[in-house]
């Protein structure tokens, strides 16, 4: 396996940072247990007289289900742990539980469900739109382009080979539109929007700014439908987070550019402004380029963070479904932080160098790790190899900087 043997390699288990209370996006009550009730539904039960240890020997922590137990890991430094034992049963359970409730996600252009567990877990649902050997139009605006369920699957892994964990898990899911979706949903704008279609297939189209009519509706066959299933972060409600404006974000207007495509000097003004002017966050910043450049991803006008850890802490990269659209074709303009700015992490630098290696090499590891996927293949093959041709790339940039 190359992918265990990447993780095995020395620059994959540098030492983390010490996790301290303060660290930590929850400080978790140890006699809090998370109990079964005798109805089937599943609720957190408090009590004065709760034991560390269980009757059944175990810790009240052992009780929590699976969800909650990654939402309790999150800390300062990483969405999860190098070596996280419980990222394989999240990722079953993602791809396998019982969705008990489905409603629409209010905002964005295209349709997304919030899929609820009997556990109280939930995961953010993104159906599928086209097929994987569907290239994006090459005259399609960036912003027009589908998101991709496929993206979204791909996305989580890769971020996870190039060590950054800054994705929630991610796994894909067969869901049956009638008894998961539409007989299930109390979302009733959402319940209006299902019908049958001509082949007899059941199909719905919901309610959002861009792709939500009939002609965009989803369809199953004649009622299975592909979709990514995302591990959701906790409540903002609970876990506050700050959206940043990228100052790297396009225009999102048909013939207008963005400062940055006009100013070759505009990196030096991005390093005088906070946060950018200190801490580690411009070079975080150019790590999410960077993966970006790799999935050939457009779309990244904001990026969030914990409020809690204020300015001294990672970026999260969601909405990744307007990656891997394309593999026959480059964009270098998303490069244009690392061109422009010339910094990289080191340890970031040798990692991507250590995935150019042949016992290493990019495609083969995704490729490893994509397979486990329910819904595997998850990218058609010339989206593997452009990976290859990108890393490439991404390395030749660093070099013209080192040489400059």
């Known amino acids: 396996s190359k992918l265990a043997a990447l993780f095995e390699h020395p620059l994959y288990n540098i030492p983390a940072p010490e996790v301290t209370e303060e660290d930590k996006l929850f400080i ?18 408090s009590s004065s007289k709760a034991e560390t240890l269980l009757p059944t020997g175990k810790t009240a922590y052992d009780t929590y289900p699976t969800w909650l137990k990654f939402h309790i890991g999150i ?79 791909a996305a989580f892994h890769l971020d996870r080979i190039l060590d950054f964990r800054r994705i929630p898990p991610v796994s894909g899911r067969l869901v049956n539109i009638t008894k998961e979706i539409r007989d299930i949903t109390t979302d009733k704008k959402l319940a209006k929007t299902f019908f049958i279609s001509p082949a007899g297939n059941v199909c719905f189209y919901g309610e959002c700014s861009y792709y939500c009519s009939t002609e965009h509706a989803l369809c199953g066959k004649p009622d299975q439908l ?77 990026y969030e963070t914990f409020e809690k850890f204020g300015n001294d802490t990672f970026l999260l990269h969601l909405d990744n479904g307007r990656g891997f659209g394309t593999h026959s074709r480059d ?60 890393l490439g790339k991404v390395l030749v940039t660093v070099r013209h900087c080192l040489a400059r």
Not at 83 to 106: C, F, G, N
Not at 266 to 284: M, N, W
Not at 350 to 375: F, H, K, M
């Open 226 to 302: 592909e979709g990514s299933m995302a591990a959701l972060l906790p409540d903002k409600t609970l876990a506050k987070r700050r959206s940043w404006r990228s100052p790297w974000r396009r225009s999102y207007h048909k013939s207008k550019k963005a400062e940055w495509e006009l100013n070759p000097n505009y990196c030096a003004q991005v390093q005088e402004t906070p946060p950018y002017d200190r801490g580690h966050r411009l070079l975080d910043l150019i790590d999410m380029t960077i993966l970006d450049f790799l999935m050939g991803n457009m779309d990244r006008h904001h």
């Open 75 to 153: 800390n300062r430094y990483e969405l999860y742990p190098r070596r996280d034992p419980l990222l394989p049963t999240l990722l079953r359970d993602l791809a396998t539980q019982r969705i008990v409730s489905s409603v629409q996600k209010s905002g964005g252009t295209q349709l997304k469900l919030i899929m609820t567990f009997p556990n109280y877990g939930q995961a953010l649902f993104k159906p599928m739109k086209q097929t994987r050997d569907q290239e994006t139009p090459i005259d399609f605006f960036y912003f027009s382009d589908f998101e991709r369920h496929n993206a979204e699957i």
């Open 331 to 390: 964009e270098p303009s998303i490069l244009a932080p690392l061109q422009q700015c010339c910094s990289i992490k080191k340890s970031t630098y040798l990692r991507l160098q250590l995935l150019a290696t042949q016992p290493y090499r990019l495609s083969d590891v995704l490729r490893e790790a994509l397979a486990a996927d329910p819904l595997a293949p998850v990218l058609a093959e010339p989206h593997l190899q452009a990976l290859d041709r990108r």
């Open 28 to 45: 978790v009550n140890p006699m809090e247990k998370f109990s079964l009730r005798r109805s089937g539904s599943d609720e957190w039960v």
